[in-house]
């Protein structure tokens, strides 16, 4: 007895066309390039994504259909979209939060996910991230032992550096420029011999182990000393600093990698559960290993502990044997002990038990904004409105910086309704994920059901860090966590059709 054959879409039956694979193309390059620069950089990842967006356009031209299905993602993902935009309007800066949807349409790489990859193209992408992920890791590894910038041994007296607030100190190492990096006083010299005399230039700075961005205010060319306008003296490069990769901050960095991390450790124990080959269970363990490492180089403690978390939430649903869930145990753990010694190592003294100062401004900015919620518990102050209200409010200190939390960032910008769609978002999410990932569990495909499985740990850690830093405004992160959203559509989608060919067989062994 044959099986039913499934039916054949327009798409499959009818001759390609110049239209389509111009838009095949687009889509593939896009996404490949977004994969690549993913854990790096935001500019390029757009780049990418704005491609496949092309070739998305082009195929709904060419067949007038969007690819598009509902899911239980939908309408929770509107009602935040939705509220989003009534608490732009209602805010305490409405031209200040109105501007700021722009993005908030990152959204929208959900249903470009979706509608355009298929589960090949979810396990290439997926590796090619991981891939991506591990060489920042390599030459973050290589910069520590490297160093970075100069330390700062001297200043003159008319050193323009004495004007930074507050002022630079023996002891700081300078190591960007006005964006661009340095790592001699000849360097730090020459940069401010191109500058425009009377512009100030930003700054970057490791001080006490901290990285810091200042500001140099404008110089004038009678106050400047044409042998040495840095007036600085220095020539070791410092190698007490927190590892970001080729990323803008080390927060971003270690956010990514924790989620592939946790994507890695997917396909290593789902090839281990079907007993793969060592290359095909070893590669994506030693990628998790290496991941590991460079979260600890970030010296992002709660970011560790969210890794850790995840871990274990991957681990727990492979029901793998207790070797491995030892083994697993043993990597985080290690990974945690030189996160540990990271922090003691690079950052201010008392940071291991976060009794410094940043910890200490952290919990009073989201104890503040905890009191004022009540104040606007129903469409928030605004996105951003805080930064022209921050002294008005009572935040303490001059510095403007967010919440350190994605909840109450949310419901301090948006307001509660906002909180509670999210809360639904994230459940539809990881209820859409878990099913996929049991469709898929007893199939013979170790790919996709990895893929799956990780993102069940890239989401658990995701919502632990959520907790105690706001990751969901991160672009790059946001960005990859969208993308994961559609491409478990696309895997729980193909599961349901494994999972009815896989009746239908049975159905027909057990008439034949």
Known sequence: MSLPQPLKSDANVRPATAASRLSRMLTLIGFVLYAAFAPHSIAGAWIGLALAALGWLIRILDTKRTGLRRTALDLPLWLFFAWTLLSAVFSAEPRVSLAKLANVSILLIFYLAQAMLTRRRIIMLATLMITSGVAGVLWSIGEVARGRGVVVEEMSETSPFRQTTPPL???DAIWRIDGQRVSTIAEIDAALRRADVARPLAV??????????????????????????????GSQRT????????????????????????????????????????????????AFALLAVGIALTAMRTVLVAFAFGAFVVAWRAATRWQTHLAISLVVLLALSFGAFAVSRTRATGALMFQDASAQMRLSVAGHALERIPLRPVFGHGMDAVNFHWTEWGFPGTQHIHMHSTLIQLAFDRGLPALIFWFWLIIAFWRTTTHAEAAWRTSDDPDIHGFLLGTTGALAGFLASSLVNYNFGDAEVALLLWWLMGAVVVAKRDGMRNADCGMMKQKSEDGS
């Open 239 to 286: 190698h007490r600093f927190r590892a970001s990769g080729w990323t803008r901050h080390y927060e971003t960095h270690a956010e990514l990698l924790q989620m592939l991390a946790q994507l890695a450790l997917g396909f290593a124990l789902a090839a281990l559960q079907r007993k793969g080959s060592r290359l095909h269970i070893m590669v994506p363990a030693a």
């Open 204 to 233: 970057s700075v490791i001080s006490r182990g901290e990285h810091v961005e200042w500001t140099l205010p404008p110089r004038t060319e009678a106050t400047q000393d044409p042998a040495s306008p840095s007036g600085l003296r």
């Open 169 to 171: 100190e023996a002891g």
